[in-house]
T-cell receptor, first 117, second 111 residues
Framework: DGGITQSPKYLFRKEGQNVTLSCEQN?????MYWYRQDPGQGLRLIYY???????QKGDIAEGYSVSREKKESFPLTVTSAQKNPTAFYLC????????????????FGPGTRLTVL | GQQLNQSPQSMFIQEGEDVSMNCTSS?????WLWYKQDPGEGPVLLIA?????ELTSNGRLTAQFGITRKDSFLNISASIPSDVGIYFC???????????FGKGTKLSVIP
């Protein structure tokens, strides 16, 4: 089955530690995205990548880093510089070509809930 | 930056009732989307709208792309318990792959 895998589902981290969240897709999508979701809030874009070895900052990139070495993978590192990292993190992917249609819209993974202890 | 104002923030309804929620913006968008998120899961696309004035249905769900391109609404008819969740509107401008999201409408259905 094609889809997006995010692991782990739950992650606990001590203050001052970096942690990396995994996102893998086998949909052959070109673009991948990372969002942060806080209670009662919409999704806020952290980083996005439209092609391999290229990525752009979103609205709230401070304290986060990413890499895109493979088309299928877009890991997100939450660094110790992120002052309030406890949140639900969502990865999404989509094609960047083709005609408009629901199949061309962002498809989301199941999310990773990060808690800082 | 661009913002989507989604309302209501939350709603409690009786099973069988119809539901309506909407999203407005001061900016023009070329695409409007409606997603549903179950607790602890990622959002799932319900309906995509690509043309001003477009009215699209997906089962008991109906959504419209406002004629001004600054708003959209979602209706759910004859609600059932599995409709519970958070509904998000999202929109995209011309030539962009980035989405702007509303803050969501949390729907609770009372059996």
């Amino acid at each position: 089955d094609g889809g997006i895998t995010q692991s782990p589902k739950y992650l606990f981290r001590k203050e001052g530690q970096n942690v990396t969240l995994s996102c893998e897709q086998n949909l052959n999508h070109d673009a991948m995205y990372w969002y942060r979701q806080d209670p009662g809030q919409g999704l806020r874009l952290i980083y996005y990548s439209q092609i391999v070895n290229d990525f752009q900052k979103g609205d709230i990139a401070e304290g986060y880093s990413v890499s895109r070495e493979k088309k299928e993978s877009f890991p997100l590192t939450v660094t110790s510089a992120q002052k309030n990292p406890t949140a639900f993190y969502l990865c999404a992917s989509t094609w960047t070509s083709g005609r408009p249609g629901s199949y061309n819209e962002q498809f989301f993974g199941p999310g990773t809930r990060l808690t800082v202890l | 930056g661009q913002q989507l104002n989604q309302s209501p923030q939350s709603m409690f309804i009786q099973e069988g009732e119809d539901v309506s929620m909407n999203c407005t913006s001061s900016s023009i968008f070329n695409t409007w989307l409606w997603y549903k998120q179950d607790p602890g899961e990622g959002p799932v696309l319900l309906i995509a709208l690509y043309k001003a004035g477009e009215l699209t249905s997906n089962g008991r769900l109906t959504a419209q792309f406002g004629i001004t391109r600054k708003d959209s609404f979602l209706n759910i008819s004859a609600s059932i318990p599995s409709d519970v969740g958070i509904y998000f509107c999202a929109a995209r401008g011309a030539g962009s792959y980035q989405l702007t999201f509303g803050k969501g409408t949390k729907l609770s259905v009372i059996p």
